[in-house]
C-alpha cells in the first residue's frame, strides 16, 4: 500500500509552505523540515507552522484535529508533539511560556475526553437517552 503524506496535495506549493512558515515561526528551514515527534513523525514542523501562520490555528487542538490528522491519525493523539507543537504557538503569537504549558495541558483534557467518548458513545449523549449502535 503506498503511504499518503500529508504535504502531497500541496504538490508545487510545497516550497511556498515551507518559506511562508519559516517566515512566520522564527524557525530555520532545517527546523521546519524536520519531522514532528514519533508517533507524529508524518507530519513536518512546516505543516504545523503553517497551520499557525497561514491558517489561521490558534489552539493545539485546531492544529491536531482540523489542520492536520495527527489527533486521528497517532495513536497517542499527538501529545508526543503537543509541547514542540505549542512552542511554535508560543513564538508565533506572543504567548507566554506559561500559556504555552496551559495549552498542553488543555489539549491533554481534550484527547482524554475524546478517548473516553470513543470507548462511551453514551457520554456523548444528553441524561435520559440511549443509543442503538446496532438493530
Not at 499518503?4 to 524557525?27: C, N, T, Y
Not at 530555520?28 to 497561514?54: I, K
Request: net charge negative.
Amino acid at each position: 500500500m503506498p503511504t499518503f503524506h500529508p504535504m502531497e496535495p500541496l504538490g508545487e506549493s510545497f516550497p511556498e509552505v515551507l518559506d511562508a512558515a519559516r517566515a512566520g515561526s522564527g524557525w530555520a528551514f532545517e527546523q521546519l523540515f524536520r519531522s514532528l515527534a514519533v508517533p507524529a513523525a508524518g507530519y513536518l514542523r512546516a505543516e504545523a507552522a503553517y497551520a499557525v501562520t497561514h491558517e489561521g490555528a490558534r489552539r493545539l487542538e485546531d492544529v491536531f484535529a482540523r489542520r492536520t490528522r495527527i489527533a486521528i491519525e497517532t495513536a497517542d493523539g499527538g501529545l508526543a508533539a503537543a509541547a514542540e507543537v505549542a512552542e511554535l504557538l508560543r513564538r508565533s503569537l506572543g504567548w507566554s511560556a506559561q500559556r504555552a504549558s496551559d495549552e498542553v495541558a488543555a489539549y491533554r483534557g481534550w484527547v482524554t475526553a475524546e478517548r473516553a467518548a470513543q470507548r462511551d458513545p453514551g457520554l456523548c449523549q444528553p441524561a435520559g437517552t440511549s443509543v442503538t449502535l446496532f438493530t
